[in-house]
């Protein structure tokens, strides 16, 4: 599998990661432990090189895991992970948000707990998780800084959240010299990753973008049908019924990129969706979720298959501005923005809904 870089930091990546929030939780299904090592190595024997985890993810499980099942690879592989929650002193109420720390002394011992989980003596990449701007000072930079001259982070990132953080985060994270910024971004929900790549480019900036979601929580590999019922645990099913119905009538409109007997080979709407964000300079790695093995071996292809021409991303531009010819709410305002939307006014970024 082809590999990028984040930043400038000669730290690469696969373009296509492995989200490790779908371990150590029980949000994305249930699973046992050896499956979800089988998974992470099955993830290793396809070409996958990243992998991202966070210590708040299973309460350190995902970590554990990661861990566990890497340990072997440690030379071979990129692990990423994120701090900035602190649920050693908190239970986890559902999918609420727990309380967040970033202080330069909780900074630095959260990364500790997660190296001796991790079983690592340093972290490739390290993000802040879910961070508002003003949280992160210069004392929070210059921590940073110190980490990685410890040798112990050998590139930092940011990694925003819905109705957490957006637009100024991403604007913080471009002009500080983060070497990624990890946010949703599909080609359903493009605001904050078009805002963050106008960032890059207007500043030169050498910051990376990791998209996460790709398939805007199932839509865009038709895991979640007009006929799929998702269960309580289920993370997606926070998402409002509006929001599924518009974007199934989206879907339709986008089956021209589905391509079963291009020139070039085949490539299904989950890996063109997939290919629709490589062909983004600025991305990096690209990082769905995986359920199961299978979803593994086929977006893991998804580089391999035809690029989108220059009409077809074309095509979609102009689908996107007309809000893909839905005309009515999606029910997802509240989630789109950390100011009440405040921020998005005037941008120019957002579609009919977004």
């Given at each position: 599998?082809?590999?990028?870089?984040?930043?400038?930091?000669?730290?690469?990546?696969s373009?296509?990661?492995?989200?490790?929030w779908?371990?150590?939780?029980?949000?994305?299904?249930d699973?046992s432990?050896?499956?979800?090592?089988?998974?992470?190595?099955?993830?290793?024997?396809?070409?996958?090189?990243?992998?991202?985890t966070?210590?708040?993810y299973?309460?350190?499980?995902?970590?554990e895991?990661?861990?566990?099942?890497?340990?072997?690879?440690?030379?071979?592989?990129?692990?990423?992970?994120?701090?900035?929650?602190?649920?050693?002193?908190?239970?986890?109420?559902?999918?609420?948000?727990?309380?967040?720390?970033?202080?330069?002394?909780?900074?630095?011992?959260?990364?500790?707990?997660?190296?001796?989980?991790?079983?690592?003596?340093?972290?490739?990449?390290?993000?802040?998780?879910?961070?508002?701007?003003?949280?992160?000072?210069?004392?929070?930079?210059?921590?940073?800084?110190?980490?990685?001259?410890?040798?112990?982070?050998?590139?930092?990132?940011?990694?925003?959240?819905?109705?957490?953080?957006?637009?100024?985060?991403?604007?913080?994270?471009?002009e500080?010299?983060?070497?990624?910024?990890?946010?949703?971004?599909?080609?359903?929900?493009?605001?904050?990753?078009?805002?963050?790549?106008?960032?890059?480019?207007?500043?030169?900036?050498?910051?990376?973008?990791?998209?996460?979601?790709?398939?805007?929580?199932?839509?865009?590999?038709?895991?979640?049908t007009?006929?799929?019922?998702?269960?309580?645990?289920?993370?997606?099913?926070?998402?409002?019924?509006?929001?599924?119905?518009?974007?199934?009538?989206?879907?339709?409109?986008?089956?021209?990129?589905?391509a079963?007997?291009?020139?070039?080979?085949?490539?299904?709407?989950?890996?063109?969706?997939?290919?629709?964000?490589?062909?983004?300079?600025?991305?990096?790695?690209?990082?769905?979720?995986?359920?199961?093995t299978?979803?593994?071996?086929?977006w893991?292809?998804?580089p391999?298959?035809?690029?989108?021409?220059?009409?077809?991303?074309?095509?979609?531009?102009?689908?996107?501005?007309?809000?893909?010819?839905?005309?009515?709410?999606?029910?997802?305002?509240?989630?789109?923005?950390?100011?009440?939307?405040?921020?998005?006014?005037?941008?120019?970024?957002?579609?009919?809904?977004?």
């Amino acid at each position: 599998m082809n590999q990028r870089e984040l930043g400038s930091s000669g730290v690469e990546v696969s373009e296509i990661g492995f989200g490790a929030w779908v371990v150590g939780t029980d949000w994305w299904g249930d699973r046992s432990r050896e499956q979800a090592i089988d998974m992470l190595h099955h993830a290793v024997d396809r070409g996958i090189t990243y992998f991202d985890t966070g210590d708040v993810y299973g309460h350190g499980d995902s970590e554990e895991l990661v861990g566990d099942a890497l340990g072997e690879y440690r030379d071979e592989v990129t692990v990423s992970t994120k701090v900035g929650y602190d649920f050693y002193n908190n239970p986890q109420a559902g999918h609420g948000e727990l309380p967040k720390r970033l202080d330069p002394e909780w900074v630095q011992t959260a990364l500790d707990r997660s190296l001796d989980r991790l079983d690592m003596e340093y972290v490739d990449h390290l993000m802040l998780h879910n961070a508002n701007v003003d949280e992160v000072d210069e004392d929070v930079l210059e921590t940073l800084d110190r980490l990685q001259e410890s040798g112990r982070v050998d590139s930092v990132g940011w990694a925003l959240g819905p109705s957490i953080g957006w637009l100024a985060e991403a604007t913080k994270a471009v002009e500080e010299g983060f070497d990624a910024v990890q946010l949703v971004f599909n080609v359903f929900e493009q605001t904050p990753g078009r805002h963050t790549i106008d960032q890059i480019r207007e500043l030169d900036a050498e910051t990376s973008v990791i998209p996460r979601v790709p398939h805007s929580s199932g839509l865009l590999n038709e895991q979640v049908t007009p006929d799929t019922e998702l269960g309580e645990g289920d993370h997606r099913s926070h998402r409002p019924q509006e929001w599924y119905e518009t974007g199934w009538e989206k879907v339709d409109a986008l089956r021209f990129l589905e391509a079963p007997d291009h020139a070039e080979g085949t490539r299904t709407m989950a890996q063109a969706s997939l290919q629709w964000l490589l062909a983004h300079d600025e991305v990096a790695s690209v990082t769905p979720t995986f359920r199961t093995t299978e979803d593994i071996d086929d977006w893991a292809a998804a580089p391999d298959t035809p690029a989108l021409s220059d009409e077809e991303f074309e095509r979609v531009e102009e689908l996107y501005r007309d809000n893909f010819g839905v005309d009515r709410d999606d029910g997802m305002d509240a989630l789109r923005s950390s100011v009440g939307g405040e921020d998005l006014r005037g941008t120019g970024k957002q579609s009919a809904d977004d």
